[in-house]
């Protein structure tokens, strides 16, 4: 059994990896573009609002900051694409491996420490709650307030062109949508939410890592692929929800499995439990599916 402490770290996490999975759902689903630039942009986040924070700046200014530097980041990656034709693919993996170079300049060293520096927690630890539920109660408004903006665009008209340039490119054309527009929004929009992912991790932490974004895609496939097989995505809103959902859930499950002792698994195996958890979330819904079917077939 996991401790309180243990249960509200998971679920803060998974929070704070729900708002990548939302970039990721952008990115993947909405665009069918495959995007790794999320492993530069969550360390640009966390880097740029640290600096700023320790620099004086209103952490909620520093974390908006943060927002604004992940949206630059992708917008290269897109005009990397759209402008000078590079596979999408690629264009992701040299704006990542350029934003490795841009964090050390930007903190100057390795990593810079928070705690002792006044974030956008700082405040709600005078609510009366205990210290560990802070993080999850300001993080649930956080995803809440992201989760509605980012339905109310995708129900927007624009949201509705990004939908279709990802959908079908060539017929979006034909209706006069302007596809290159759309993707560059659209991946900017991506990594700027990644980017105020890796703001708050690093304010919740207490520090930001040029390290710490090794893995984030995964994790924030993970989350999306995990939720999906949880909720099924047949709506905007329903897929949203299962990002935060399967966030909350590949968290919670990392965390039992790390604590159980029969497993005898170590914070080592971190990487081995996704890969796991990633397959068994590809696979069952194909499972499942098989079983509905012949179960179906069987009744008849």
Request: glycine share 10%; charged share 10%.
């Amino acid at each position: 059994m996991l401790s309180d402490i243990a249960l509200y770290g998971a679920i803060e996490t998974g929070l704070i990896y729900g708002l990548v999975a939302f970039g990721v759902y952008i990115s993947f689903r909405v665009l069918d573009f495959p995007d790794l630039t999320v492993d530069g942009s969550f360390p640009l986040g966390a880097a740029v609002a640290a600096i700023l924070i320790i620099d004086g700046v209103n952490p909620w200014l520093a974390t908006g900051a943060a927002v604004l530097a992940g949206m630059a980041a992708g917008a290269v990656t897109a005009i990397l694409n759209v402008k000078l034709k590079i596979l999408n693919l690629l264009a992701s993996i040299l704006t990542m491996i350029a934003l490795y170079s841009v964090n050390l300049r930007i903190m100057g060293r390795p990593n810079v420490a928070l705690l002792t520096e006044e974030t956008v927690l700082t405040p709600w630890y005078d609510l009366g709650l205990a210290y560990h539920q802070v993080p999850v109660v300001l993080f649930i408004i956080v995803i809440a307030i992201s989760l509605v903006l980012l339905w109310r665009f995708m129900k927007s008209e624009t949201g509705l062109a990004m939908r279709a340039t990802g959908a079908n490119a060539r017929m979006a054309r034909a209706q006069g949508i302007a596809t290159g527009a759309m993707i560059i929004l659209g991946v900017a929009l991506s990594n700027g939410l990644v980017g105020l992912a890796g703001a708050l991790f690093a304010q919740s932490q207490g520090a930001a890592d040029v390290t710490m974004g090794v893995g984030v895609i995964v994790i924030g496939l993970a989350s999306l692929i995990g939720g999906e097989a949880v909720i099924t995505p047949s709506s905007v809103l329903r897929a949203l929800i299962a990002c935060v959902a399967g966030a909350i859930i590949y968290r919670l499950a990392i965390a039992f499995a790390l604590n159980a002792d029969m497993l005898g698994l170590q914070a080592q195996d971190l990487n081995l439990i996704t890969a796991v958890l990633v397959t068994l979330a590809i696979v069952l819904p194909g499972v499942r599916n098989s079983v509905v079917s012949k179960f179906t077939r069987d009744k008849a």
